[in-house]
């Protein structure tokens, strides 16, 4: 394992997300999440999870790729959602959600910082741990950053789908690979990827219905 | 989720889970055969209950029944304790009747058959989860559980299909996600300070400390956003108040008091002693209580004051946590006791109340409460079972509210935590103040009259049924607690 | 027949009634009729048997765990069974006059089905035989009595519930809060187990004090003491039959009856007034009778002036139970019989007037003795027992208050006794003349405001003969107190077997 073989696709991995999450053009949005995806699934390989890297790129990569482009209306039906996401939104709902992001992050940076700093991890140390648990909160701030700043659903979805998969990274960095872990991991795809289908269903229906991709007039705060 | 479990009880283990599995089998025939009548529906599902009475009946002789399964390497728990077992019984009569209201509702409205099917199986996908989620002892089945629940929760939203339904169910589809992801991150660092994720080993294992607390946060986040606790109760109300009848019955009886459960069951395991935190869950609740109660006093449709209603009275839950943190054993039990008596009155009469609410709406055609004028001549069965399960709400006796109450008042005394006492007399009176508030408008006499539509009369029935069992659960209340006291407390 | 059964036999038939009710439909007037005149006889049967029994040493009680050390205890006791009997027999003239009364008018059903149910709960309460129990029941008659009170409908009649509702679940939660209190201060405390707080130790006093004022609250508030008696008068909206349930059989009663137990069966006469509680209470039932007169006397409408005036005529019950003593309370015991006897004529009585001549002020009374002369002598018999003249039972109560008040060393109470039988005087004596001296519609002076001729009688058969049974009653309890089973005489055998020291 070189540095370079490593650096390179942890690059990417912090890269593709933020690529995806910031493309406002929506079909490349979805094609860098499926990228995404799949690297996603490479890395699972390396890691020694030969099943979970399938399942990635069957779930994560495959299944979600065509729910999205399903939600967008680019898989054989009549009515499109714009490719462009014009929407901004309402200054007044973003306080709450900007807090309520942060919380989380500090909770869990300090938990992760706790946790390294006392040594109190049950699995011995790795080498792949530093890497892994920074990649996996820099995807979970973009994740955040976006699910609290977004107001296109589908670009939620993205979001929520990135933030995942950096909770995933934490998770094995964490606990190491333990058959917990890729259990865990492995009902959070499934969850992930029924939850996305419902999404791009609802989606598309909401749009059949009034024309709108957003949660108009959303209350509360939102974590 | 079905690969046979490996018991050292084998019968009771058999019987448990073909009582958790059986449900989305009849929910896929059902699908396949949509149900016309009531009957055929309670017939089909009795033996549910049954067996949960047995299984209830063989934990009060041989005590706790526990035992693990291992799919792929894995190592999953399971315990069946009074509580759970109750619980359990508690989700099957509720489903069971909403199933039969179910049918009702659907001739009622006319619905297509095609179109409501899809209602069946996600309800026999609802029962596993809630079932697994009672009996469940690791972290990894609760998460399976919990997110089966939410998902099939969610599908039962869409089901009217309206933009309304659509635009509340996505909301609550975005919500119930990020908080599952927040559980899963408070798994991850439970994990990965432990190697552990069932709840035993956890007890055991975890001590006291800031990554603890944090884990227990984040699984909180979670579990909160999850149950509507405010201020994380946005989504409820819109969800409630555009789904189907007996969705919303279910949901705001069992679907919100799941994630509660497991809140309470970690938190007595992870940190019990946290006084403070326990404090501001507490401080939540009152909240909670507050402006549940002031919104549904505020609220101008039916089914919004009932959808209020539920965020406040999940408030009455809350109270538990400061009660039960570094309080004496007295007071601990009384307010465990209390708790448990709350949900299921609850649950009960919060079922029993959206029946009633669906039915009045339904049959006048109009949601508003100013519509609801005549009612009391027109649709007094309806409202009659809508005043008895308020009587439930309010906490005035005979009622499980009423005793649960009590509970509460003695255990708070007891403490010493007279600011509870304070919140528990305000709250009765807000809920007072809004279920008042319907029967005024319900009184009124001089009003323009509406046709009112017939309802087939088991529609009715049903909600009645459980808004009884919520009255008698409260002077009957000692079989239930006797149990919950063998179980052992926390 | 044991004594568990009889006892929930009794319990159940008002239950079962109301059930029933429900289930019948609106129009079934006969089928209604038949089985509330039926379950008010088998009740009052249940009743007199159990006097009967308890006179003879039977008991009964039955009794189930609620919760770990609290249980639902209902027992007949010489106190309690005396309620029962007040309100079992006072249900069933009420339940005659309530048909007749809603003849014709819209929601008989649900009238009669609360009805009952606020019947029953008035027998639970008598019956309980903890705090608990009395609580159940108590709240319970909040919850059957708020539908008759909005019975019409209308908005008048709405915002007098509204107000129900606000006064009674307040002091309901006060209650409970109490009741909690007081349960994890001593336990359990079934009603005559005086013992329990009297042992509890000196430190406990000025908790059990602020506990007796916050549950004597819980009570007043039914009770209508001033100045919790703000929502007696506005419930006059409500149907005649209703008043006569809120003033003379249940809701007011239950007030009073709840106070009588707080003192004599839970804390104990003597612990109270080694506490000093008894003042209290004695100024707190002054303070009533002479507001509540007044207030009476300032009324120019005939219901009114008689809610105000059972305002004032309640709280010699408590009065009494103020003057310890063995008089004092026999004044008590038997003023809540004979209260109940003479004002549920009058507003029998005053029903009839409005309901056959449309008579609601007073001065539309002028000459009514001639057209109603039956009605008129019951109004009259119930004025003069108000006032306390011999022979209607209420100059016994007075008496024996007047005789108390020396025996317990506060004469001062004498000179309320007077002062509020003449403001008594004074509000219903004009009545009478107006009734019986003055030339009305019949002597052909004016008109009624609206004659409606209900019956071949000077009034509805149904209306009439309650009104007159009661009144008789009010005599007869007076002129008989010497017999066994009169009021009285019960209340001296309830109080010097129970509790006198």
Same mark, same amino acid.
């Given at each position: 394992?070189?540095?370079?073989?490593?650096?390179?696709?942890?690059?990417?991995?912090?890269?593709?997300?933020?690529?995806?999450?910031?493309?406002?053009?929506?079909?490349?949005?979805?094609?860098?999440?499926?990228?995404?995806?799949?690297?996603?699934?490479?890395?699972?390989?390396?890691?020694?999870?030969?099943?979970?890297?399938?399942?990635?790129?069957?779930?994560?990569?495959?299944?979600?790729?065509?729910?999205?482009?399903?939600?967008?209306?680019?898989?054989?039906?009549?009515?499109?959602?714009?490719?462009?996401?014009?929407?901004?939104?309402?200054?007044?709902?973003?306080?709450?959600?900007?807090?309520?992001?942060?919380?989380?992050?500090?909770?869990?940076?300090?938990?992760?910082?706790?946790?390294?700093?006392?040594?109190?991890?049950?699995?011995?140390?790795?080498?792949?741990?530093?890497?892994?648990?920074?990649?996996?909160?820099?995807?979970?701030?973009?994740?955040?950053?976006?699910?609290?700043?977004?107001?296109?659903?589908?670009?939620?979805?993205?979001?929520?789908?990135?933030?995942?998969?950096?909770?995933?990274?934490?998770?094995?960095?964490?606990?190491?690979?333990?058959?917990?872990?890729?259990?865990?991991?492995?009902?959070?795809?499934?969850?992930?990827?029924?939850?996305?289908?419902?999404?791009?269903?609802?989606?598309?229906?909401?749009?059949?219905?009034?024309?709108?991709?957003?949660?108009?007039?959303?209350?509360?705060?939102?974590? | 989720?079905?690969?046979?479990?490996?018991?050292?009880?084998?019968?009771?283990?058999?019987?448990?889970?073909?009582?958790?599995?059986?449900?989305?089998?009849?929910?896929?025939?059902?699908?396949?055969?949509?149900?016309?009548?009531?009957?055929?529906?309670?017939?089909?599902?009795?033996?549910?209950?049954?067996?949960?009475?047995?299984?209830?009946?063989?934990?009060?002789?041989?005590?706790?029944?526990?035992?693990?399964?291992?799919?792929?390497?894995?190592?999953?728990?399971?315990?069946?304790?009074?509580?759970?077992?109750?619980?359990?019984?508690?989700?099957?009569?509720?489903?069971?009747?909403?199933?039969?209201?179910?049918?009702?509702?659907?001739?009622?409205?006319?619905?297509?058959?095609?179109?409501?099917?899809?209602?069946?199986?996600?309800?026999?996908?609802?029962?596993?989860?809630?079932?697994?989620?009672?009996?469940?002892?690791?972290?990894?089945?609760?998460?399976?559980?919990?997110?089966?629940?939410?998902?099939?929760?969610?599908?039962?939203?869409?089901?009217?299909?309206?933009?309304?339904?659509?635009?509340?169910?996505?909301?609550?589809?975005?919500?119930?996600?990020?908080?599952?992801?927040?559980?899963?991150?408070?798994?991850?660092?439970?994990?990965?300070?432990?190697?552990?994720?069932?709840?035993?080993?956890?007890?055991?294992?975890?001590?006291?400390?800031?990554?603890?607390?944090?884990?227990?946060?984040?699984?909180?986040?979670?579990?909160?956003?999850?149950?509507?606790?405010?201020?994380?109760?946005?989504?409820?109300?819109?969800?409630?108040?555009?789904?189907?009848?007996?969705?919303?019955?279910?949901?705001?009886?069992?679907?919100?008091?799941?994630?509660?459960?497991?809140?309470?069951?970690?938190?007595?395991?992870?940190?019990?002693?946290?006084?403070?935190?326990?404090?501001?869950?507490?401080?939540?609740?009152?909240?909670?209580?507050?402006?549940?109660?002031?919104?549904?006093?505020?609220?101008?449709?039916?089914?919004?004051?009932?959808?209020?209603?539920?965020?406040?009275?999940?408030?009455?839950?809350?109270?538990?946590?400061?009660?039960?943190?570094?309080?004496?054993?007295?007071?601990?039990?009384?307010?465990?006791?209390?708790?448990?008596?709350?949900?299921?009155?609850?649950?009960?009469?919060?079922?029993?109340?959206?029946?009633?609410?669906?039915?009045?709406?339904?049959?006048?055609?109009?949601?508003?409460?100013?519509?609801?004028?005549?009612?009391?001549?027109?649709?007094?069965?309806?409202?009659?079972?809508?005043?008895?399960?308020?009587?439930?709400?309010?906490?005035?006796?005979?009622?499980?509210?009423?005793?649960?109450?009590?509970?509460?008042?003695?255990?708070?005394?007891?403490?010493?935590?007279?600011?509870?006492?304070?919140?528990?007399?305000?709250?009765?009176?807000?809920?007072?103040?809004?279920?008042?508030?319907?029967?005024?408008?319900?009184?009124?006499?001089?009003?323009?009259?509406?046709?009112?539509?017939?309802?087939?009369?088991?529609?009715?029935?049903?909600?009645?049924?459980?808004?009884?069992?919520?009255?008698?659960?409260?002077?009957?209340?000692?079989?239930?607690?006797?149990?919950?006291?063998?179980?052992?407390?926390? | 027949?044991?004594?568990?059964?009889?006892?929930?036999?009794?319990?159940?038939?008002?239950?079962?009634?109301?059930?029933?009710?429900?289930?019948?439909?609106?129009?079934?007037?006969?089928?209604?009729?038949?089985?509330?005149?039926?379950?008010?006889?088998?009740?009052?049967?249940?009743?007199?048997?159990?006097?009967?029994?308890?006179?003879?040493?039977?008991?009964?009680?039955?009794?189930?765990?609620?919760?770990?050390?609290?249980?639902?205890?209902?027992?007949?006791?010489?106190?309690?069974?005396?309620?029962?009997?007040?309100?079992?027999?006072?249900?069933?003239?009420?339940?005659?006059?309530?048909?007749?009364?809603?003849?014709?008018?819209?929601?008989?059903?649900?009238?009669?089905?609360?009805?009952?149910?606020?019947?029953?709960?008035?027998?639970?309460?008598?019956?309980?035989?903890?705090?608990?129990?009395?609580?159940?029941?108590?709240?319970?008659?909040?919850?059957?009595?708020?539908?008759?009170?909005?019975?019409?409908?209308?908005?008048?009649?709405?915002?007098?519930?509204?107000?129900?509702?606000?006064?009674?679940?307040?002091?309901?939660?006060?209650?409970?809060?109490?009741?909690?209190?007081?349960?994890?201060?001593?336990?359990?405390?079934?009603?005559?187990?005086?013992?329990?707080?009297?042992?509890?130790?000196?430190?406990?006093?000025?908790?059990?004090?602020?506990?007796?004022?916050?549950?004597?609250?819980?009570?007043?508030?039914?009770?209508?003491?001033?100045?919790?008696?703000?929502?007696?008068?506005?419930?006059?909206?409500?149907?005649?039959?209703?008043?006569?349930?809120?003033?003379?059989?249940?809701?007011?009663?239950?007030?009073?009856?709840?106070?009588?137990?707080? $003192?004599?069966?839970?804390?104990?006469?003597?612990?109270?007034?080694?506490?000093?509680?008894?003042?209290?209470?004695?100024?707190?039932?002054?303070?009533?009778?002479?507001?509540?007169?007044?207030?009476?006397?300032?009324?120019?409408?005939?219901?009114?002036?008689?809610?105000?005036?059972?305002?004032?005529? $309640?709280?010699?019950?408590?009065?009494?139970?103020?003057?310890?003593?063995?008089?004092?309370?026999?004044?008590?015991?038997?003023?809540?019989?004979?209260?109940?006897?003479?004002?549920?004529?009058?507003?029998?009585?005053?029903?009839?007037?409005?309901?056959?001549?449309?008579?609601?002020?007073?001065?539309?009374?002028?000459?009514?003795?001639?057209?109603?002369?039956?009605?008129?002598?019951?109004?009259?018999?119930?004025?003069?027992?108000?006032?306390?003249?011999?022979?209607?039972?209420?100059?016994?109560?007075?008496?024996?208050?007047?005789?108390?008040?020396?025996?317990?060393?506060?004469?001062?109470?004498?000179?309320?006794?007077?002062?509020?039988?003449?403001?008594?005087?004074?509000?219903?004596?004009?009545?009478?003349?107006?009734?019986?001296?003055?030339?009305?519609?019949?002597?052909?002076?004016?008109?009624?405001?609206?004659?409606?001729?209900?019956?071949?009688?000077?009034?509805?058969?149904?209306?009439? $003969?309650?009104?007159?049974?009661?009144?008789?009653?009010?005599?007869?309890?007076?002129?008989?107190?010497?017999?066994?089973?009169?009021?009285?005489?019960?209340?001296?055998?309830?109080?010097?077997?129970?509790?006198?020291?």
């Amino acid at each position: 394992m070189s540095l370079s073989g490593e650096l390179l696709p942890a690059g990417l991995l912090v890269i593709l997300p933020a690529a995806c999450l910031l493309d406002r053009y929506l079909p490349r949005a979805c094609l860098a999440f499926i990228a995404f995806a799949l690297l996603m699934a490479l890395a699972w390989w390396r890691l020694g999870a030969p099943w979970l890297a399938l399942a990635e790129a069957v779930l994560g990569a495959l299944l979600t790729g065509m729910a999205l482009f399903h939600g967008l209306g680019s898989l054989g039906s009549r009515s499109r959602l714009p490719s462009r996401d014009h929407e901004t939104r309402p200054r007044h709902q973003a306080i709450a959600r900007w807090l309520a992001a942060l919380a989380w992050l500090a909770l869990a940076a300090g938990a992760i910082w706790g946790l390294l700093g006392a040594g109190e991890l049950s699995v011995p140390s790795e080498v792949m741990r530093r890497p892994l648990l920074i990649a996996g909160l820099a995807i979970m701030v973009m994740g955040l950053w976006a699910f609290a700043h977004h107001h296109h659903l589908l670009r939620r979805l993205l979001a929520f789908n990135v933030l995942g998969s950096g909770v995933f990274l934490l998770l094995i960095g964490l606990a190491g690979q333990l058959v917990e872990v890729q259990g865990l991991i492995l009902v959070g795809l499934v969850v992930a990827l029924v939850g996305s289908v419902l999404g791009a269903v609802l989606l598309r229906r909401l749009h059949a219905l009034d024309g709108r991709v957003t949660l108009d007039g959303g209350a509360g705060d939102d974590r | 989720m079905s690969a046979p479990p490996e018991a050292s009880l084998p019968l009771e283990a058999a019987v448990l889970w073909l009582a958790l599995l059986a449900p989305p089998l009849l929910g896929l025939v059902a699908w396949r055969f949509p149900p016309r009548r009531m009957l055929l529906v309670l017939l089909a599902g009795a033996s549910l209950p049954l067996a949960t009475l047995w299984l209830l009946h063989r934990v009060a002789s041989g005590g706790l029944l526990e035992g693990t399964w291992s799919p792929g390497g894995l190592v999953l728990h399971w315990r069946l304790d009074g509580l759970a077992g109750l619980l359990l019984l508690l989700t099957q009569l509720l489903l069971l009747a909403s199933a039969a209201h179910a049918v009702g509702h659907r001739r009622a409205t006319a619905l297509d058959e095609r179109a409501f099917a899809g209602f069946w199986p996600l309800l026999g996908g609802l029962a596993t989860a809630l079932g697994l989620i009672w009996v469940a002892a690791d972290l990894l089945t609760l998460y399976a559980a919990l997110e089966l629940m939410g998902l099939t929760a969610v599908g039962m939203m869409l089901l009217p299909g309206t933009g309304d339904a659509l635009v509340a169910g996505m909301r609550y589809l975005l919500y119930a996600l990020v908080g599952s992801l927040a559980w899963l991150l408070g798994v991850a660092l439970l994990l990965g300070a432990t190697g552990r994720l069932d709840l035993a080993g956890l007890e055991a294992t975890t001590e006291p400390g800031a990554v603890t607390g944090i884990a227990m946060a984040l699984l909180a986040a979670g579990l909160l956003l999850k149950a509507a606790i405010f201020p994380l109760h946005g989504w409820l109300v819109p969800v409630h108040a555009s789904a189907f009848t007996p969705v919303s019955a279910l949901h705001g009886a069992l679907v919100v008091k799941a994630s509660f459960f497991i809140l309470i069951q970690l938190w007595q395991r992870l940190v019990p002693e946290a006084v403070a935190a326990a404090w501001l869950l507490g401080g939540l609740g009152t909240l909670a209580i507050l402006w549940g109660g002031l919104q549904a006093w505020r609220a101008s449709e039916l089914k919004q004051v009932v959808a209020w209603s539920t965020v406040g009275q999940l408030g009455y839950l809350m109270l538990a946590f400061p009660l039960l943190a570094g309080t004496s054993a007295a007071v601990a039990t009384l307010a465990w006791q209390a708790t448990w008596l709350q949900l299921a009155g609850h649950a009960l009469a919060k079922a029993a109340m959206f029946m009633a609410a669906g039915n009045l709406v339904l049959s006048v055609g109009q949601s508003r409460l100013a519509d609801l004028a005549g009612t009391s001549r027109q649709l007094p069965l309806s409202l009659m079972t809508f005043g008895l399960a308020s009587v439930t709400l309010m906490g005035l006796p005979p009622s499980a509210g009423f005793t649960a109450k009590w509970l509460l008042l003695q255990a708070a005394i007891l403490a010493g935590q007279w600011p509870w006492v304070i919140v528990l007399v305000a709250g009765t009176l807000l809920t007072a103040a809004y279920v008042f508030r319907v029967f005024r408008c319900a009184f009124v006499e001089d009003a323009p009259r509406h046709d009112f539509r017939p309802l087939p009369a088991g529609m009715d029935l049903i909600a009645l049924l459980l808004a009884l069992a919520s009255l008698a659960l409260g002077l009957g209340a000692e079989w239930p607690l006797a149990l919950l006291r063998e179980g052992g407390l926390p | 027949m044991s004594g568990a059964l009889i006892l929930l036999a009794t319990l159940g038939t008002s239950l079962l009634a109301a059930v029933m009710i429900f289930l019948l439909p609106e129009r079934a007037f006969r089928a209604r009729t038949g089985l509330n005149l039926g379950a008010a006889l088998i009740k009052l049967g249940l009743v007199a048997w159990m006097v009967w029994g308890l006179s003879h040493g039977r008991e009964y009680a039955v009794e189930f765990p609620v919760l770990e050390g609290l249980p639902f205890v209902l027992r007949a006791d010489a106190l309690g069974i005396m309620f029962a009997g007040l309100s079992s027999l006072l249900w069933l003239l009420t339940t005659v006059y309530a048909i007749g009364y809603l003849e014709d008018s819209p929601n008989r059903k649900r009238f009669f089905g609360f009805f009952s149910l606020c019947v029953a709960s008035t027998l639970g309460i008598s019956l309980a035989g903890n705090l608990f129990t009395l609580l159940v029941f108590y709240e319970l008659l909040t919850l059957s009595t708020y539908p008759l009170v909005v019975h019409r409908g209308t908005s008048k009649a709405l915002a007098a519930g509204k107000v129900y509702l606000r006064y009674t679940l307040v002091a309901g939660l006060g209650l409970m809060v109490g009741m909690v209190t007081l349960h994890v201060l001593a336990g359990d405390i079934r009603f005559g187990e005086r013992e329990i707080l009297a042992e509890l130790g000196s430190g406990r006093q000025p908790l059990l004090v602020g506990l007796f004022w916050v549950l004597i609250a819980g009570f007043g508030v039914k009770a209508a003491l001033v100045p919790l008696h703000g929502w007696l008068p506005r419930a006059m909206v409500a149907p005649a039959p209703v008043s006569a349930l809120l003033h003379a059989v249940a809701v007011v009663k239950a007030g009073a009856f709840g106070i009588v137990r707080l $003192v004599y069966d839970v804390y104990g006469i003597e612990l109270s007034d080694s506490l000093g509680l008894l003042n209290g209470l004695v100024a707190v039932a002054s303070v009533t009778i002479l507001y509540g007169s007044l207030r009476a006397l300032a009324q120019q409408e005939l219901k009114p002036r008689l809610a105000y005036s059972t305002v004032s005529q $309640v709280s010699y019950i408590v009065l009494g139970i103020g003057l310890f003593g063995p008089l004092g309370t026999i004044a008590a015991l038997s003023h809540l019989l004979h209260q109940g006897l003479m004002k549920v004529t009058l507003f029998f009585c005053a029903g009839n007037y409005a309901e056959e001549l449309g008579i609601h002020r007073i001065d539309e009374l002028d000459g009514a003795g001639r057209r109603m002369p039956l009605t008129s002598m019951a109004f009259t018999v119930g004025a003069l027992g108000m006032i306390g003249l011999p022979p209607v039972v209420g100059f016994l109560s007075k008496w024996y208050l007047g005789t108390g008040a020396i025996q317990a060393g506060m004469p001062w109470v004498i000179a309320v006794l007077v002062a509020s039988s003449l403001l008594n005087a004074a509000y219903f004596l004009p009545i009478l003349g107006r009734l019986w001296f003055r030339p009305g519609p019949d002597h052909g002076v004016g008109e009624w405001p609206e004659e409606r001729r209900l019956g071949r009688l000077e009034t509805h058969a149904w209306l009439l $003969v309650p009104a007159v049974v009661t009144a008789l009653f009010s005599l007869m309890a007076g002129m008989l107190a010497g017999m066994p089973f009169s009021p009285l005489e019960w209340a001296t055998r309830v109080a010097s077997a129970e509790y006198l020291p």
